[in-house]
């Protein structure tokens, strides 16, 4: 009796215990966990005890003042409270008090007991509220410093001008550290020959070992340097003289090349003595530093006491190759003097602005704690790197108010830094992010009409690490769009799959990844022509109203739509076989503009973030009901191609009467290649890959071979020839009988019939289906009032463009119906 009496832990109940405790939901004893055993009418109907807290939440609950004493004392409960707790049914758990509250459980209104799963935090939060951000992963080869590296964001108030080469530059000699001292040198860095294995947070395990020269005393003026922070690239510093360095910079990691991208600290400065800088072995034969691109610095005692940020400096700039290379490859050198401002500071140099993975982080950290701007700016998690840092996927459009208006949005496609050391593209996503998230009527109305897929940074590994091309696993990964390795180029893997599935969805009207460019100024793009002569030029048509929006920024003169061969692995390529028309590589100079008001300036982040802006009211421009703007691109399009065709005759001394078929030429024959870009070619894959590729693709070989039809019965085998013969059998036997049944008729009625089977004839031929002609896609948006313009909310241009603005803003009640819906179920938000 005694044994029937006690109550038999439920296995349920005991495997809950443990998972919910383990995971931190319940702290409780597990004695003060009551069994499962009635439902929940048991403590709904008791007025013990009470709803607090929030509408909807059930964040605590009130006993009733007389039943404290108990709550607080559980073992003086009287035997029927006991069993009244013990009848309390699983779902009410988290009502008795002694109990800790689950904060995966949401209630409904007071005194309703319908308690639902809240949605799992990692599905839509990534960040903490007051916790620290994730840290950054490296490869365990990297040591790390432990200092936070942080800077100020500055506008200088004057342009900065581009240097000018006077022609008596010194060249200086190369020394090496036989002549010189090294004063610094990173102890191994993973070269061609290894490749990626494994990272942590903190990369190497260890103490971290000071790389830089012990100063002997205060009068010991050694510059101390160092770049193992996040993004940071130098590999040796030797001195060659008292205020002279050779800097040699890291290749890529797992390669042994692609040195452009610099970013190094420098300490123990003297001030008013003229230092000299020459980094040794740079890989590019062409650079804007021979048009007079200077470098940038930044001086910490300026940032803290005059907020100073990063400024151009730099005299005696020469750009020049490097004599004593080994011969197999040429190194080019480049060589500057600076000046410091102040003694005892440190000082930081870089190629261009820096923007970090922890910068995006932080970012993305103020997006999700607005209240307002996460309700239309939704993060995800699209995939993990090579070394496991987590690649953001920012969903951007407000809200459908019907599962028909969802469906009839149409997306844009944007990403940044597949190329780390090309950190103007982060500049150019932060503006267009900035405006889009922005209370800005115009970035309402886009949020109204359009979905934004954004991916502002594809390969977080090489930005950690300072890389300037490639991702950990050697390679470009803007040659591998096509790639089949989904565990070695996870990025763009995931990034095409999920561009593929929002085709499958809704139309892709523009897909833009930012770059940066080494060897041209302004900003320009690459797209590619298309061949439908019903689309003829349309491509076009973005990056010339983009010029128009932008003309001291954008060279629509600098454009390129030609598809070389060497580049059927780029994104832009790739994306447009997959069937977007308006599919572009946006590449921003390291250096300025060579146009209108900005001529011969250094770019700034503020033009940067403002070419963010001119995107999103060109995408407006673009979408115009009002086609004015379109139709007139496209006449001056077509003017200005009869022109390139005839100077092209021209130079070929062949005369050609263009009056007839000019449209017929092919673009390709009239443009120039796109090997002035700043692509590379492709290396092909690093060699413990190519067995990987080999393998997967004859298994993808096998499998179609040994896909084969499903055995069938003698019945189902036997089907089709019935069939057969049956469709043999039924026109001889229905002209047979229609000939038996109409002989008299022909005979008395000949006329009748012989018009009879005219006018039959006549009605098939005219019976032929029509196909519906295709609408020009991206041209006219259903359902969506005309561009509301309020200057006050918009970022101020420095320019007007290069037309006239006739934009009318009408109210959003003002929305028209929309016409005609696909028929697909989306949710009301996408």
């Known amino acids: 009796m005694a044994f029937a009496s006690q109550t038999l832990p439920d296995p349920y109940e005991d ?35 009470l709803l607090s807290g929030s509408f909807g939440e059930r964040e605590d609950l009130v006993p009733d003042p007389l039943q404290t004493k108990k709550h607080l004392w559980p073992t003086r409960l009287s035997s029927d409270v006991h069993r009244q707790m013990e009848a309390i049914s699983r779902d009410s758990l988290i009502l008795s008090s002694p109990i800790p509250k689950s904060r995966q459980l949401l209630h409904d209104d007071l005194g309703e007991a319908n308690p639902r799963l809240r949605e799992p935090r990692d599905l839509f939060a990534f960040f903490s509220r007051s916790g620290p951000l994730q840290a950054p992963r490296w490869p365990i080869e990297c040591e790390v410093i432990k200092e936070n590296i942080h800077h100020i964001e500055w506008v200088p108030p004057q342009p900065e001008y581009f240097y000018q080469p006077t022609g008596n530059e010194k060249v200086p000699e190369i020394l090496g550290e036989e002549k010189g ?37 205060p009068e010991d003026n050694t510059l101390l340097f160092e770049s193992r922070f996040e993004s940071g690239n130098l590999q040796k510093a030797v001195r060659v003289n008292t205020y002279e360095y050779e800097l040699t910079l890291r290749t890529d990691l797992y390669t042994n090349k692609h040195t452009q991208w610099f970013y190094f600290r420098v300490q123990n400065t003297r001030k008013d003595v003229t230092y000299r ?139 940044a830094r597949v190329h780390p050391g090309e950190s103007n593209g982060s500049w150019m996503m932060k503006g267009f992010l900035d405006f889009i998230l922005s209370s800005s009527p115009d970035a309402q109305l886009l949020r109204d009409i359009f979905i934004f897929k954004v991916v502002p940074m594809l390969n977080p590994d090489g930005v950690i690490v300072g890389n300037y091309r490639c991702s950990l696993a050697g390679r470009d990964m803007n040659r591998h769009y096509k790639t089949i390795l989904k565990e070695s180029f996870p990025c763009i893997w995931h990034t095409r799959n999920m561009i593929k599935r929002l085709l499958e969805e809704r139309e892709v009207l523009l897909y833009c990844d930012f770059h940066g460019h080494s060897r041209k100024n302004n900003i320009f793009l690459y797209g590619c022509n298309n061949s439908d002569r019903k689309f003829w030029l349309h491509e076009r048509v973005f990056p010339l109203m983009l010029s128009k929006n932008a003309p001291d920024k954008f060279s629509f003169h600098s454009c390129n739509f030609k598809v070389q061969k060497c580049k059927e692995g780029t994104g832009r390529v790739v994306m447009w076989r997959m069937g977007i028309l308006n599919s572009y590589t946006v590449e921003s100079t390291f250096g300025g503009s060579t146009l209108g008001n900005k001529r011969d300036t250094h770019f700034t982040t503020e033009d940067l973030k403002s070419l963010g802006y001119h995107v999103c009211d060109t995408l407006l421009d673009f979408c115009d009901p009002d086609q004015t703007k379109f139709m007139q691109c496209l006449a001056e399009l077509k003017e200005v191609l009869q022109q390139e065709i005839h100077k092209k005759f021209k130079e070929l001394g062949q005369d050609m009467d263009l009056e007839g078929g000019w449209s017929d030429i092919s673009l390709s024959d009239i443009e120039s290649s796109t090997s002035g870009s700043d692509s590379s070619l492709s290396d092909g894959l690093p060699v413990h890959l190519l067995n990987i590729a080999d393998e997967l693709n004859h298994k993808k070989k096998m499998y179609k071979k040994k896909k084969r039809k499903p055995l069938q019965s003698r019945k189902q085998r036997n089907k089709p020839y019935q069939e057969n013969n049956l469709m043999q059998e039924s026109p001889l036997t229905e002209s047979f009988q229609e000939r038996a049944r109409f002989a008299s008729t022909l005979q008395k009625q000949p006329a009748f019939f012989q018009n009879s089977e005219n006018t039959s004839s006549s009605v098939m031929k005219n019976e032929k289906p029509r196909l519906n002609e295709r609408e020009k896609p991206g041209f006219t948006v259903s359902g969506s009032p005309k561009r509301s313009t309020d200057p006050s909310q918009e970022p101020a241009p420095d320019v007007t463009p290069h037309w006239s603005r006739s934009r009318y803003p009408a109210p959003k009640g003002s929305r028209t119906a929309a016409v005609v819906y696909p028929s697909l179920h989306v949710y009301t938000y996408p």
Not at 16 to 39: C, D, E, I, V, W
Not at 374 to 384: A, D, E, G, H
């Open 277 to 415: 800088f020459t980094i040794v072995n740079l890989l590019k034969p062409k650079s804007l530093y021979t048009v007079g691109l200077k470098p940038l610095m930044y001086s910490q005692l300026d940032a803290s006491t005059h907020s100073i940020g990063w400024r151009r400096e730099g005299n005696e700039i020469k750009y020049y190759r490097n004599n004593t290379g080994d011969g197999q490859q040429p190194f080019y050198c480049l060589t500057w003097t600076v000046q410091f401002p102040h003694d005892q500071d440190t000082c930081f140099f870089a190629h261009f602005y820096p923007y970090t993975y922890t910068d995006l982080q932080c970012f993305l950290l103020s997006v999700a704690n607005s209240p307002v701007q996460s309700q239309f700016c939704k993060l995800r998690t699209l995939c993990r790197s090579l070394a496991g840092n987590t690649v953001y996927l920012l969903t951007i459009t407000n809200p459908a108010r019907t599962p028909q208006e969802a469906a009839a949005k149409r997306a844009v496609v944007l990403t």
């Open 15 to 49: 495997f809950m215990y443990r998972h919910l405790q383990y995971y931190g939901y319940f702290k409780a004893q597990r004695g003060s966990l009551p069994n499962s055993a009635t439902h929940q009418h048991v403590w709904k109907n008791n007025p013990r005890y």
């Open 181 to 217: 001292t090294v004063v610094y040198q990173l102890d191994s860095v993973p070269t061609e020959d290894s490749y990626f294995t494994s990272s942590r947070v903190g990369g190497k395990r260890g103490i971290i070992k000071e790389l830089a020269v012990t100063l002997q005393g």
